[in-house]
């Protein structure tokens, strides 16, 4: 039979002096729900190496791996993220330009 089921839930953020912390909820059947938080450096937004609407995204990537690297058990509750990693998810996730959606379509002449 496969993993138990795991359900992460993002619980919300707090921007705090050097980091913006992530908090999420960890949720097994039969378990008590658990907390865990990732932070990334305020730098990192600063520098533009991170968005900040990526950064729950980002984080749950992160405690996702903690936890399959754990047995979905892991000895910390809080992790940070690395300039690695964050450059990992850029390399990754690259954002395509967006097509303007409304684009006139070309008129057609009778002949």
Do not use: W
Request: net charge negative.
């Amino acid at each position: 039979m496969g993993e138990p089921h795991i359900i992460v839930q993002f619980v919300g953020f707090e921007a705090k002096n050097l980091v913006r912390e992530y908090t999420f909820t960890v949720r097994e059947p039969a378990t008590e729900p658990r907390e865990y938080t990732v932070t990334i450096p305020n730098e990192a937004f600063n520098a533009r190496r991170v968005r900040y609407q990526d950064a729950p995204d980002i984080c749950s990537h992160k405690l996702h791996r903690e936890l399959a690297a754990s047995e979905n058990h892991p000895e910390k509750s809080h992790f940070r993220l690395s300039d690695t990693e964050l450059a990992d998810y850029a390399t990754t996730h690259t954002h395509k330009p967006l097509k303007y959606p409304y684009a006139p379509k070309p008129v057609e002449e009778d002949a």
